[in-house]
């Protein structure tokens, strides 16, 4: 089966690095040089141009948000095969998703949303969980493309439903991180041992994502790697506010989450790494990490 992959970011690169292993697989990056090195590293075929992933059975996109996505729908629509199934591995949004699909559609193209969790560790190790929307035989073939960078994959529902739920997701994660930064810092302040304190409350009720894999390493171990840019988690809880928006619904927490994010954001910058939130939270009690 000829598979091609669109965006080699911080995800996009070892998940298509996984996929060259098991597919005829033709890379795309907007920095060419990247797919060069994909190839490199994983005997994939790099594409000097955006058009030549378009003779392909199914195409995976895993871009900064749907905006991106529908540039190069826009772009590659024209070259694509009938009967392709276009895989979208962005964090994207739903309502646009919709759109995509249907633009698609038209033109004989089924499109499935396929959001992933479990970040880059997750998609070095092929570990991701995938949340697809689409239709049930849609679905049936996006689930044997993206196996090889999976060790979930559920069915959520029609195209959106897989969007839907990763912003619903990474709006609880980012509510669980900023918490934890609060309650370290207190108890930071009372002087107690932050390697001690997570140990206390990941054996407790407070214990979290945010506090067993995430906090960890940059609180005890001093280590602030850029995994994810904060721009895009921002992003998230943006879609996820809007979605709670479009059903009426009062969702102060993350509301109150997506501001502090938004302002975290706007003082660290959009290269800034999501973690770094914790940071930005010590810095408004005139603390440091
Ligand atoms: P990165 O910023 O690392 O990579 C973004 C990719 O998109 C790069 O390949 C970049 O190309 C490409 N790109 C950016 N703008 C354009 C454009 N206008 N046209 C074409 N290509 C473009 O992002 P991530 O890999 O971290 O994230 C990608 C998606 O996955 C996002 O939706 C994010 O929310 C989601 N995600 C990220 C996770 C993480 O831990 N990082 C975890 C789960 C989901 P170039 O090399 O030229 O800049």
């Not at 005829?24 to 060419?32: A, C, F, I």
């Not at 772009?75 to 759109?99: C, H, M, N, V, Y």
């Not at 810092?185 to 407070?206: C, F, P, Q, R, W």
Request: aromatic share 6%; proline share 3%; glycine share 10%.
């Amino acid at each position: 089966m000829r598979v091609s992959f669109i965006g080699l970011g911080a995800m996009g690169f070892p998940m298509a690095g996984h996929l060259a292993k098991n597919f005829d697989l033709t890379v795309w990056n907007r920095t060419g040089s990247v797919a060069q090195e994909h190839a490199r590293t994983f005997g994939s075929g790099a594409a000097s141009k955006l058009a030549d992933c378009g003779d392909a059975d199914a195409i995976i996109t895993i871009l900064p948000t749907s905006r991106e996505v529908d540039e190069i729908i826009d772009e590659l629509a024209p070259k694509l095969k009938s009967g392709a199934l276009w895989i979208d591995s962005t964090s994207g949004d739903p309502l646009q998703s919709r759109q995509s699909a249907k633009r698609l559609n038209d033109r004989g193209v089924r499109f499935v949303d396929a959001p992933v969790t479990g970040g880059t560790p997750g998609a070095e190790k092929g570990t991701l969980t995938v949340m697809i929307g689409g239709s049930e035989s849609d679905f049936r073939r996006a689930q044997d493309i993206v196996k090889p960078f999976s060790a979930k994959i559920f069915h959520c529902g029609g195209v959106g439903m897989g969007h839907a739920i990763k912003v619903i997701t990474n709006t609880m994660n980012a509510a669980n991180i900023w918490v934890a930064g609060e309650g370290l810092l207190a108890l930071k302040k009372l002087g107690m041992d932050m390697k001690l304190a997570l140990e206390v409350i990941n054996a407790g009720s407070g214990r979290s994502n945010a506090t067993e894999n995430l906090v960890p390493k940059r609180v005890v171990d001093g280590q602030w790697p850029l995994t994810f840019k904060l721009s895009l988690h921002d992003k998230d809880i943006r879609i996820a506010n809007s979605l709670a928006h479009s059903q009426h619904l009062v969702s102060p927490v993350f509301g109150l989450v997506g501001q502090f994010f938004t302002a975290a954001c706007n003082e660290l910058g959009h290269q800034a790494d999501y973690m770094d939130v914790l940071k930005y939270a010590a810095r408004m009690n005139g603390e440091e990490w």
